[in-house]
Protein backbone atom coordinates (compact mmCIF):
# COMPACT_ATOMS: atom_id res chain seq x y z
CA UNK A 1 0.00 0.00 0.00
CA UNK A 2 0.67 3.38 0.41
CA UNK A 3 3.52 4.61 2.13
CA UNK A 4 1.41 6.51 4.96
CA UNK A 5 -0.32 2.82 5.13
CA UNK A 6 3.00 0.78 5.94
CA UNK A 7 3.93 3.26 8.67
CA UNK A 8 0.60 2.50 10.10
CA UNK A 9 0.66 -0.75 9.83
CA UNK A 10 4.36 -1.05 11.22
CA UNK A 11 2.93 0.68 14.12
CA UNK A 12 0.50 -1.77 14.35
CA UNK A 13 2.54 -4.58 14.52
CA UNK A 14 5.17 -2.83 17.35
CA UNK A 15 2.07 -2.44 19.47
CA UNK A 16 0.96 -6.08 19.11
CA UNK A 17 4.73 -7.00 19.96
CA UNK A 18 4.84 -5.07 22.94
CA UNK A 19 1.89 -4.95 23.93
CA UNK A 20 1.45 -9.37 23.22
CA UNK A 21 4.86 -10.02 23.17
CA UNK A 22 4.23 -11.35 19.59
CA UNK A 23 7.60 -11.50 17.19
CA UNK A 24 7.91 -9.03 14.03
CA UNK A 25 9.50 -9.50 11.22
CA UNK A 26 10.03 -7.42 8.71
CA UNK A 27 9.83 -8.19 5.04
CA UNK A 28 11.19 -6.23 1.93
CA UNK A 29 8.51 -5.63 -0.74
CA UNK A 30 11.15 -6.63 -3.40
CA UNK A 31 12.20 -9.54 -1.70
CA UNK A 32 8.13 -10.93 -2.04
CA UNK A 33 8.36 -9.89 -5.30
CA UNK A 34 11.88 -11.96 -6.40
CA UNK A 35 10.42 -15.02 -4.40
CA UNK A 36 7.83 -15.50 -6.35
CA UNK A 37 10.03 -15.78 -9.68
CA UNK A 38 11.62 -19.23 -10.94
CA UNK A 39 14.77 -19.99 -10.18
CA UNK A 40 17.54 -19.11 -13.53
CA UNK A 41 21.28 -18.44 -14.66
CA UNK A 42 20.35 -14.75 -14.89
CA UNK A 43 20.40 -11.66 -13.23
CA UNK A 44 17.59 -10.73 -11.74
CA UNK A 45 15.75 -7.12 -10.72
CA UNK A 46 12.88 -6.28 -8.35
CA UNK A 47 10.90 -3.37 -9.07
CA UNK A 48 8.44 -0.93 -7.80
CA UNK A 49 7.53 2.49 -8.66
CA UNK A 50 9.50 4.86 -5.68
CA UNK A 51 7.65 8.00 -6.70
CA UNK A 52 9.03 11.18 -8.97
CA UNK A 53 9.18 9.05 -11.92
CA UNK A 54 12.24 6.85 -10.31
CA UNK A 55 12.15 3.27 -9.51
CA UNK A 56 13.18 1.24 -6.33
CA UNK A 57 15.57 -1.94 -7.93
CA UNK A 58 16.67 -5.09 -5.32
CA UNK A 59 19.53 -6.87 -7.28
CA UNK A 60 19.34 -10.55 -7.26
CA UNK A 61 21.27 -13.97 -7.99
CA UNK A 62 19.50 -17.34 -7.45
CA UNK A 63 22.04 -19.66 -4.60
CA UNK A 64 21.46 -21.59 -2.56
CA UNK A 65 17.85 -22.82 -3.68
CA UNK A 66 16.59 -19.25 -3.48
CA UNK A 67 17.33 -15.38 -4.88
CA UNK A 68 19.26 -13.58 -2.67
CA UNK A 69 20.07 -9.94 -3.05
CA UNK A 70 23.24 -8.94 -3.44
CA UNK A 71 23.18 -5.43 -2.65
CA UNK A 72 21.19 -2.49 -0.69
CA UNK A 73 18.22 -1.45 -2.91
CA UNK A 74 18.76 1.15 -4.86
CA UNK A 75 16.54 4.18 -6.50
CA UNK A 76 16.94 4.76 -10.30
CA UNK A 77 15.29 7.09 -13.68
CA UNK A 78 13.91 4.55 -15.56
CA UNK A 79 16.45 5.17 -17.75
CA UNK A 80 19.42 4.59 -15.72
CA UNK A 81 17.36 1.08 -14.62
CA UNK A 82 17.77 0.60 -18.49
CA UNK A 83 21.74 1.09 -18.75
CA UNK A 84 22.21 -0.37 -15.66
CA UNK A 85 21.24 -3.90 -17.52
CA UNK A 86 24.43 -5.14 -19.08
CA UNK A 87 24.05 -9.03 -18.47
CA UNK A 88 20.86 -11.05 -19.23
CA UNK A 89 18.27 -9.66 -16.71
CA UNK A 90 14.65 -10.98 -15.94
CA UNK A 91 12.89 -8.17 -14.52
CA UNK A 92 9.41 -8.56 -12.27
CA UNK A 93 7.38 -6.00 -10.52
CA UNK A 94 5.47 -2.99 -10.72
CA UNK A 95 5.78 -1.85 -14.40
CA UNK A 96 3.54 0.16 -16.80
CA UNK A 97 2.73 -0.19 -20.43
CA UNK A 98 5.63 2.72 -21.35
CA UNK A 99 8.25 0.94 -18.60
CA UNK A 100 7.69 -2.13 -19.95
CA UNK A 101 7.92 -1.46 -23.58
CA UNK A 102 11.35 0.94 -23.24
CA UNK A 103 12.71 -2.31 -21.22
CA UNK A 104 11.81 -4.38 -23.84
CA UNK A 105 13.80 -2.52 -26.39
CA UNK A 106 16.86 -4.26 -24.68
CA UNK A 107 15.57 -7.65 -26.12
CA UNK A 108 19.13 -9.34 -25.66
CA UNK A 109 19.13 -8.22 -21.78
CA UNK A 110 15.86 -8.30 -20.66
CA UNK A 111 13.49 -10.82 -19.60
CA UNK A 112 10.43 -9.09 -19.01
CA UNK A 113 8.14 -11.09 -16.30
CA UNK A 114 4.83 -11.26 -16.53
CA UNK A 115 2.29 -9.02 -14.66
CA UNK A 116 1.00 -12.12 -13.10
CA UNK A 117 4.39 -13.21 -11.87
CA UNK A 118 5.00 -9.32 -11.47
CA UNK A 119 2.16 -8.68 -8.31
CA UNK A 120 3.09 -8.85 -4.22
CA UNK A 121 1.13 -12.17 -3.04
CA UNK A 122 0.29 -12.70 0.79
CA UNK A 123 1.04 -16.14 0.25
CA UNK A 124 4.59 -15.44 -0.79
CA UNK A 125 5.01 -13.15 2.35
CA UNK A 126 3.93 -15.54 4.52
CA UNK A 127 6.09 -18.36 3.27
CA UNK A 128 9.20 -15.58 3.84
CA UNK A 129 7.98 -14.55 7.55
CA UNK A 130 7.63 -18.32 8.33
CA UNK A 131 11.02 -19.18 7.24
CA UNK A 132 12.61 -16.62 9.48
CA UNK A 133 10.21 -17.31 11.86
CA UNK A 134 11.36 -21.09 12.45
CA UNK A 135 15.04 -20.08 11.97
CA UNK A 136 14.14 -17.73 14.90
CA UNK A 137 15.51 -14.87 12.87
CA UNK A 138 13.54 -12.55 14.25
CA UNK A 139 13.62 -8.23 14.71
CA UNK A 140 14.33 -6.04 16.99
CA UNK A 141 11.44 -3.87 16.79
CA UNK A 142 13.21 -0.41 18.26
CA UNK A 143 15.38 -0.90 14.93
CA UNK A 144 12.73 -1.81 12.00
CA UNK A 145 11.71 0.97 10.08
CA UNK A 146 10.63 1.42 6.12
CA UNK A 147 12.82 2.30 3.33
CA UNK A 148 12.97 6.06 2.37
CA UNK A 149 13.43 5.50 -1.36
CA UNK A 150 12.27 9.09 -2.08
CA UNK A 151 15.84 11.29 -3.05
CA UNK A 152 16.79 13.81 -5.67
CA UNK A 153 14.13 15.75 -8.29
CA UNK A 154 11.48 14.41 -9.61
CA UNK A 155 13.10 13.43 -13.14
CA UNK A 156 11.17 15.53 -16.66
CA UNK A 157 8.91 13.32 -18.47
Known amino acids: GSFTGLRI ?22 DILAKAQPPGDYQLA ?25 GEIENYPLEELVAEITVPTRVCGELDKDARKRLSRKYKNVILAPPSA ?37 IPG
Open 9 to 30: GLAYAKGMYLSLGIPIIGIPTL
Open 46 to 70: AVIEAGRQRFAVGWYEYSEDQWQRT
Open 118 to 154: SVRRPGVLAELAWARYKNKDLDDPDQLAPYYLHHGDP
